[in-house]
């Protein structure tokens, strides 16, 4: 089976109007190929999904992982730099090949080893051309590599760029990426927990998260409060959100487990909701992807602005 334009574009909500011609060279690209596991291996799925959430793996979210995120960082730095700062080389970790994933509520084998990243590429450049086409500055808070970044200037060349993270090493990264790839980028530190109130965001700017916010876990309204001091254009998180899963249904129910297991983060849809029931903000969309990794979905959106 192959996952097409129409998929994407049924996925995405989109049933007339403008698809970017960029996501469909990524949808073109060969990497959706799949297939659908037989009962047994269907099974085995979901036995070591369950064995993995009985573990102790599963590690909480919070402060407490500042020291992992940064190695993990660091590593990433390391192989950047040492590939002479081929920006192919700052694909994150946490985007791993050669596992099951998850499709409208169902498991299934990717034919190739990129479909996941492959899967990001082509939502995530949908949504750089929808809410930040018109963002002359955008700011990507807990921005790890950089990854996203690099994809958004080279779709939408011209953009005033921020990379903004709590590791010291993802700091670096970002502006390896001015100083090597002569992007428009500045990378600084920021703690969602503790926003740096000096951080004055450019007029007009716009707000991305991509997979980062989760790792608050239901502490997201410090950092959603001074957003809303900022006034920026547009906001658009790209995360797991608990709330769009449904409990009846099997692959949901595990993800579920997994989330609450994780402490990913709780709770923003409805806080986003009684700030737009308060008239201090606009919902534009939000939307479940209905696709993810092995254990959840990080890939819904929600897009929203300040009044």
Known sequence: ????????????????????????????????????????TRDGIILGILKHLDSDRPTRVGEQRAEIWESCWADNLRRF??????????LPDFIRAGQPVRLRQQYVIPR???????FLQVCRAYLF???????????????????NLVALVKQLPGKHLFGL???????????????????????????????????KLNKGG??????????????HETFINFIL???????????PMLDLYDEN?????LAIRYHKKREYLLGLLPYLKNLAAAGKVEILETRRMFFGSLYHEGYSFVAWRPL
């Open 249 to 253: 249904n099997l692959v949901d129910y």
């Open 1 to 40: 089976m192959r996952l097409t334009t129409r998929d994407f574009r049924e996925l995405l909500g989109i049933n007339e109007g403008h698809w970017p011609e960029v996501c469909e060279s990524f949808v073109n690209s060969g990497a959706f190929d799949y297939d659908m596991p037989d009962p047994d």
């Open 129 to 147: 051309d929808r809410f930040f086409r018109e963002t002359g500055s955008i700011y990507e808070f807990g921005c790890g590599s950089g990854f």
């Open 81 to 90: 730099v040492g590939a002479n700062h081929d920006p192919e080389k700052l």
């Open 112 to 118: 190739t080893p990129g479909f996941e990243a492959a």
């Open 206 to 219: 716009g707000v991305l998260t991509m997979c980062a916010l989760e790792q608050v876990g239901p502490r």
């Open 165 to 199: 993270d709590w590791s010291k090493s993802s700091n670096e990264t970002v502006n390896l990426l001015r100083t090597n790839l002569g992007i428009d980028i500045t990378g600084r530190s920021f703690d969602f927990f503790n926003p740096d109130t000096s951080l």
């Open 229 to 239: 001091q900022q006034k920026p254009q547009i906001c658009v998180h790209m995360e």
